[in-house]
């Protein structure tokens, strides 16, 4: 397909038409244009008939390829994502932040504005890119921020992203909740891997593709991780006041007595989505 435009308008005509043929979503062309431009998508629109920058030229149609022909997340081809306002670094040893994220950081957020202490200490756990803990760091200056994970790689992109938005984090290698069990923690908030390994064949290629597996799977029909860090909670020397949970929209009921099975003292509450989907899961014990 020829891409010899020559304005900013047929640069977004022919990428979206490009995409559209490979099954893609259209919008791509707009985010590639918006960071390779340097544009919001209002100055895209207002600039249009503008020359398109021939500097530019190869870069975009190659990424406007990549995604296109592999599937390839737009983050990973420019190297950022937007979350809660801010941009954060990912790559392939992180997820790709999604805005149903955001309404757990909400829940979160808005908790804390009813609960009655000085100085909070918060553990993420299982941070990824550090999105939430990040965020809950910058919004709480108060708070005292943790954040775990497993994987090596995904704690030194975490901590990139702490440095860059100037967080005050203290990240920690580990299991779950194992690194928190000596520590006083009064929010216990994660995004594990709750996909079941059986739904792998039905997933987008742009999230199974180049998503790490072990960010994304879990045992026992994905509930593996939610019963790991409950029983951790369960066997520790502190009890969390909330525990928030993301969870897969079909696992609300589940994960509710996962926790009600082991920690009888906590009130919990299932969460929908904008798109009004269970996502998020709160458990609350009034006596902490």
Known sequence: MNSNFT???????????????????????????????????AQLLAY??????????????ESVHVHAET??????????????GR???????????RSETEEL?????NWVESFNKDKLQIADIGTGSGIIAITLALELNKADVYASDISEEALQT??????KLGADIQFIQGDFYEPFKDIPVDIVVSNPP???????????DTVVNFDPALALFADREGLAAYDSIVKQIKDSNHSPSLIAFEIGYLQGNAVKKLIQDS???????????????????????VSN
């Open 105 to 109: 950081v909400e829940g979160i957020l």
């Open 194 to 204: 709750y996909i079941a390994h059986v739904d792998k064949g039905s997933m987008d």
């Open 48 to 61: 249009e008939k503008d020359p398109f920058p021939e500097s530019k030229r190869e870069v975009f149609v």
């Open 7 to 41: 304005t900013i308008q047929e640069a977004r005509h022919w990428a979206s038409v490009f995409l559209d043929k490979h099954t893609r979503e259209t919008r791509v062309a707009d985010l590639l244009l918006e960071h390779f431009l340097n544009m919001s998508f």
């Open 71 to 84: 599937g390839m997340p737009v983050q990973h081809i420019i190297g950022e994502a937007d979350f809660y």
């Open 263 to 285: 920690l009888p003292d906590y009130t919990v509450e299932i969460r929908k989505d904008i798109n009004k989907k269970d996502r998020m899961v709160f458990a609350s014990c």
């Open 158 to 163: 975490a901590s990139g992203n702490a440095q």
């Open 87 to 97: 941009s954060f670094s990912v790559n392939s040893n992180v997820l790709v932040p």
